[in-house]
């Protein structure tokens, strides 16, 4: 019940965020290398969509392979989890030219990111939530793009959550 919670709420947040001072906190599960994670795959898969189209056209349940940016909130990973937020890649992100020091809470297209936001959680084999930080996990940080492939789940708002256990990160994001 507290992990359901977690993800309601972070799926919530993108709407009340701004532009905030923040460093990006280091990740608080060490130990794992992404080069040996079993959810990191080395080969993008195939017919991945934004998330913004997939908000719009996948069903409740149905297999769906997204590509999108870490991002939506100035801290778009739940500590603890294997679980974050990925942005359409189509929503540009602020610069610190801007005023944002933290160009991955979308905080000059704010307005954008409610139609374009999905939440990721990495699963195991039984589909229960990996207890591990995506970030030391998956090699991953605020701005990656990241495609993922898994089971598509809508709450009664519309808010989309992607449960996957393969994560493909894009190079040189």
Excluded at 6 to 24: A, H, Q, T
Excluded at 126 to 149: C, D, F, I, N, W
Aim: charged share 25%; glycine share 10%.
């Amino acid at each position: 019940m507290k992990i359901c919670f977690r993800l309601m709420l972070m799926g919530l947040s993108f709407l009340v965020v701004g532009c905030e001072s923040s460093e990006v906190p280091s990740d608080q599960n060490e130990g794992y290398s992404a080069a040996e994670s079993e959810y990191v795959v080395d080969r993008e898969p195939d017919g991945a969509i934004p998330v913004g189209e997939a908000r719009e056209s996948t069903d409740d349940g149905a297999e769906v392979t997204l590509v999108g940016r870490i991002g939506g909130s100035s801290d778009p990973f739940v500590d603890g989890l294997a679980a974050f937020t990925i942005v359409d890649p189509k929503v540009p992100c602020c610069a610190a030219d801007e005023g944002c020091p933290t160009p991955w809470d979308y905080c000059c297209t704010q307005d954008q990111v409610k139609d374009n936001i999905a939440t990721v959680k990495v699963v195991d084999e039984a589909g229960q939530p990996v207890l591990h930080g995506a970030r030391a996990l998956l090699g991953v940080k605020e701005l990656s793009t990241v495609v993922v492939m898994g089971k598509a789940k809508r709450d009664d708002q519309g808010n989309l959550t992607v449960s996957t256990h393969q994560v493909f990160v894009r190079p040189g994001q």
